[in-house]
């Protein structure tokens, strides 16, 4: 007990001796030859050993990371730096028999940001991508919301439906909206007729620009519309009741109830799924190609499209090569755009808070 006492007198009021140093313990004070540690094997003893991480615990989470990142290297890593190496060559039919290798440096890019088939091409991919995702957004949104104000059983009804939509393959999926919108036999038209639209009964849906992009949006913002729908139902799901109590007792509208407490709550969500569909819609391939393979007369080619066409469909694989890679800077540089306008919005808000 004594000794007890001792100790928590020594770390209450601890003495110093000349420089304000510990004075040494004597050899024959209390406590001495008992084991009692000295005042820095206490410090020692009193700090966990888990605390200080061993050199093989640091290196753990490197370790288990590392599969992944040589999946990444050797299955997007190594393509990127043989398409960066083609798009330096030129590479068409003849050298790809003869296995020859013709390197013609900046050559390709050179041609393609010289010509105006390729800004015509970049300005119609982000219009396309600018309209489709609005599009998604907003319908999304309201579906979203709709299923959490339904009952249970119409909200499993319409989810099951969405996500049997999301399911289907987007070769079947394209494949069906082909048959909706056929000329002869398709149900939009023979719909169209029997409502007194007669003049809609063989339109070719296909034929011009307009109506091309418009049955490939339909289509696609049908895909799209899952996703961003069960999301937000999902996310609203997490958002305290009492606040839609607190805003309805102030008086809120719906308008004023989801400006003020949905959106503000669910903003991330917003922003993330913003991000991911403008990736998503900027890179459709299968649905443009299978629905007109860009046309009518290439009219409505976007990116991926124009990449194919030139280095599969012509044999230019050298010029396809490059053009993918500027695709790749083109949607860069969309969603560092976006990203910028995302991180200024947020500081202004910490800002105004």
């Known amino acids: 007990m004594a000794v007890q006492l001792d100790d928590a007198a020594d770390k209450a009021a601890p003495r110093t001796g000349k420089g304000d140093a510990p004075p040494a313990r004597r050899p024959g004070g209390r406590g001495a030859g008992r084991g009692t540690p000295s005042v820095g094997a206490r410090r020692t003893v009193a700090t966990p050993a888990g605390r200080t991480a061993s050199a093989p615990a640091r290196r753990t989470p490197y370790l288990l990371l590392l599969p992944a990142l040589l999946a990444t290297a050797v299955f997007l890593g190594w393509p990127m730096v043989r398409n960066l190496l083609l798009s330096f060559q030129n590479l068409n039919m003849k050298e790809l028999i003869q296995h020859l290798t013709d390197w013609r440096g900046t050559g390709n890019y050179q041609e393609i940001l010289g010509s105006e088939q390729f800004w015509r091409v970049t300005a119609r991919t982000v219009v396309f991508t600018a309209v489709n995702v609005v599009l998604i957004m907003v319908l999304g949104v309201l579906i979203g919301l709709l299923l959490a104000r339904l009952g249970t059983t119409v909200r499993l009804v319409l989810s099951a439906a969405l996500v049997l939509a999301w399911a289907m393959p987007v070769i079947a999926a394209t494949t069906v909206f082909q048959w909706l919108f056929d000329s002869r036999y398709g149900v939009v038209n023979w719909v169209l007729d029997r409502l007194g639209w007669h003049s809609m009964a063989h339109y070719d849906w296909v034929g011009s620009q307009?109506?091309?992009?418009?049955?490939?949006?339909?289509?696609?913002?049908?895909?799209?519309?899952?996703?961003?729908?069960?999301n937000l139902y999902a996310a609203t799901t997490t958002i305290p009741k009492e606040l839609y109590e607190a805003a309805r007792m102030d008086g809120a509208g719906t308008w004023k109830v989801f400006t003020s407490v949905t959106f503000p709550f669910l903003k991330p969500f917003f922003l993330a799924t913003t991000f991911l569909e403008i990736i998503w819609v900027f890179k459709a391939f299968p649905q443009i190609f299978a629905i007109n393979q860009g046309g009518p007369d290439r009219l409505t080619e976007t990116l991926p499209i124009y990449a194919f066409t030139e280095g599969v469909g012509n044999l230019h694989f050298g010029m396809g090569a490059a053009i993918s890679l500027l695709t790749i800077v083109v949607l860069l540089a969309m969603t560092a755009y976006y990203l910028r306008l995302t991180f200024k919005q947020e500081q202004q808000e910490e800002n105004g808070l």
């Open 210 to 230: 307009l109506s091309t992009f418009f049955v490939i949006t339909v289509l696609i913002v049908w895909q799209s519309l899952p996703f961003v729908a069960l």
